[in-house]
């Protein structure tokens, strides 16, 4: 049964810059036909992608408002996927969940993601 945890710091000033992290067990992040992608749900809004990274070529993908402040990474010995988050504003205030998806769009439906971590919460302070 894979399970997906993620963590990171949960306040920050707006401007800084951090990292959350995605632990993944009982399944391989490169082996497996599954792609990862970071998901967040702002306060009052519904879940929406911000990024993923494909199995195979390591390609990422990005949200378009976040494309040039985020960063998608993996460590495949460590099992671990990763979203660092540059240049912080107070509307990236949201949980973050990491999720899987086999789904061939990048934007995946809500319902297409197979396995879901709890999320962490970030919150941006102006």
């Known amino acids: 049964q894979v399970q997906v945890q993620e963590s990171g710091p949960g306040l920050v000033k707006a401007s800084q810059t951090l990292s959350l992290t995605c632990t993944v067990s009982?399944?391989?992040?490169?082996?497996?036909?599954?792609?990862w992608s970071w998901i967040r749900q702002p306060p009052g809004s519904g879940r929406v992608f911000v990024a993923a990274i494909r199995r195979r070529n390591v390609n990422a993908y990005y949200e378009d408002s976040v494309k040039d402040r985020f960063s998608v990474s993996r460590d495949a010995a460590k099992n671990t996927v990763y979203l660092q988050l540059k240049n912080l504003k107070p509307e990236d205030t949201a949980v973050y969940y990491c999720a899987a998806t086999v789904a061939t769009s990048i934007r995946a439906r809500e319902d297409e993601y197979d396995y879901w971590g709890q999320g962490t919460q970030v919150v941006v302070s102006s």
């Open positions: 009982g399944g391989s992040i490169t082996t497996s036909y599954y792609r």
